[in-house]
C-alpha cells in the first residue's frame, strides 16, 4: 500500500514538474487607460520616481520603506524600496526616458524571489487625450513558473497595474479640472 501512494506522490511531483517546465520563458504583463489629458500632462507622472510613488499601488502600504538615488527625474532616477513579503524589496531606475512619451525602467527585484524585469511605460497621443500603457517583461526562471501554478503573476500584476493606471487617470483628470476651475 506504502508503495501505491509512494507512486502516486511521485507522479503527482512529475506532473507539477512537468508543468511547471512549460510555463512560458518570459512573463508579459501589460494594461491600458485612456486619460482625457494631453502626454505632456502625463509624463512628468511617471519620469519621477517620487511622482510615481504617488499613484503606485506597489508602495501604498506605509511601512514600505522608500530612498531615492540620482536625479529628480529621467535617466538615473531611481528608488529603492523594502516591505514585508508581500511588497519585498529592490530597486527601480530609470534607463531611458523620451519626452513625453516613453519612459523605460530596471526593476530588480532582491526578495521575495530574485528577478530582474524591463518596465515601459508609453504615452500615446490619442484624439481628446492619451493611451497610457503600463508594461511589464521578464525571464521566468524555474522556480518562477513553479510559483506561477500556484499564485498567477498576469492576475496578481495585472491587477495591480489597473490599480495604479486608474490612479494615475484619476490624478490626471482631477488636476486638469481644478486647473479648469
Known sequence: MLEIIGA????????????????????HIARSIFVAAPPE??????????ATNEW???????SVKLSYAGPERGVGAACDFEGDAKVGAGRVEIVESVT?????????MDRPMKCSNRVEFTIAPQEGGSLVTWDMKGRQPFIGK???????????????????????????ETAREEAAQ
Open 41 to 50: 500632462r502625463i509624463f512628468p507622472l511617471v519620469d519621477d520616481p517620487r
Open 56 to 62: 503606485s499601488p506597489f508602495v501604498k502600504d506605509p
Open 146 to 172: 513553479l510559483f506561477s501554478l500556484v499564485m498567477k503573476p498576469e492576475q496578481m500584476v495585472g491587477g495591480a497595474f489597473e490599480q495604479g493606471l486608474a490612479e494615475l487617470k484619476t490624478l490626471v
Open 100 to 108: 513625453p512619451t516613453k519612459v523605460v525602467l530596471a526593476l530588480r
Open 8 to 27: 502516486g506522490v511521485a507522479v503527482i511531483i512529475a506532473a507539477i514538474l512537468i508543468l511547471a517546465a512549460r510555463q512560458p520563458d518570459v512573463c
